[in-house]
């Protein structure tokens, strides 16, 4: 469940995209909770292309905190940028790569493949499916927030 300034901030957010030409998805603890796990949200996280993430900058407006440039960590790479809307965070990804077992990078992946729609607010809202996050999780090296969503999905499974 989103308190109601997440709300707020994920409504302007699916105004001002309505119509974006890029695929794009919520991800991170607000696309879980949309999908009903109980999670703390403290911000959203947004996944797109590297076009996209550079159109959806733009878009957005708000107050920006960094802008979408390339980073890259041990585990993970991306263009990656936030901004803050309706007073909360939100983090811009586009084209992500995680680093796979065999020390090699994934190729950016098509978020279609892995996008379900969720409803909020009697609107869809792009999420990642769960099975999809949970494996994104173990590749970025957080096997508890894994465990969690494994754990989340058989339960729910269950009902």
Known sequence: ML??????????????LEGFPHPWVVTGSCGMALQGMPLEVHDIDLQTTAPGALAMEQILGGQPLSRVTYKSSEKIRSFLGSLELENIKIEIMGDVQKLLPNGSWEEPMDISTHRI???????RVPVFSLEYE?????????????AQIQEWLKNAAKR
């Open 134 to 146: 949970q494996q994104a999780y173990l590749l970025m090296g957080r096997p508890r927030r894994a």
């Open 3 to 16: 308190e109601s300034v997440h709300r707020r901030a994920l409504l302007t957010l699916l105004n001002k």
């Open 117 to 123: 729609w969720v409803s909020f607010e009697n609107q």
